[in-house]
């Protein structure tokens, strides 16, 4: 993620500490939904990382639930999460689709502000960056 470090193209980084030592890391980067007639602004969520040691524990859950606020109390809207199934409903998309194919079940769109997804569909182009992974 050092490239997108680079080109600024980091919306948001967090990290866990535990004891003095980072245990956990949070990244967010900004993502575009395409339509055939509009483009709108969203970040994404990841990628998520917990130390395997202290995984099963809470630290990711708390890493996301303080990220998705800190982009709410800035403004974003919505974002996008590309992940694991067991971590995400497909039933939320509101019509949004991911630019790699990938199953529905592991993408997901999430409003940050009630509303903000009504009538907003299309796809989510992610960094360049995404595509050297």
Do not use: W
Request: glycine letters at 10%; aromatic letters at 6%; charged letters at 25%.
């Amino acid at each position: 993620m050092g490239a997108l470090r680079e080109r600024g193209q980091i919306t948001l980084s967090l990290v866990a500490v535990q004891e003095g030592s980072i245990v956990g890391h949070i990244l967010f980067s900004p993502v575009t939904i395409e339509s055939d007639n509009e483009t709108y602004p969203a970040v994404s969520l990841g990628p998520t990382a917990v130390l395997p040691e202290l995984q099963r524990q809470g630290i990711g859950s708390l890493l996301i639930k303080a990220g998705l606020e800190e982009c709410r109390k800035v403004g974003h809207e919505r974002v996008v999460v590309l992940g694991h199934a067991e971590y995400n409903d497909p039933q939320v998309s509101y019509g949004v689709r991911c630019e790699y194919n990938v199953p529905d079940e592991v993408f997901m769109a999430l409003e940050l502000r009630k509303g903000a997804n009504r009538g907003k569909v299309g796809t989510a182009k992610y960094q360049p960056e995404f595509n050297e992974v």
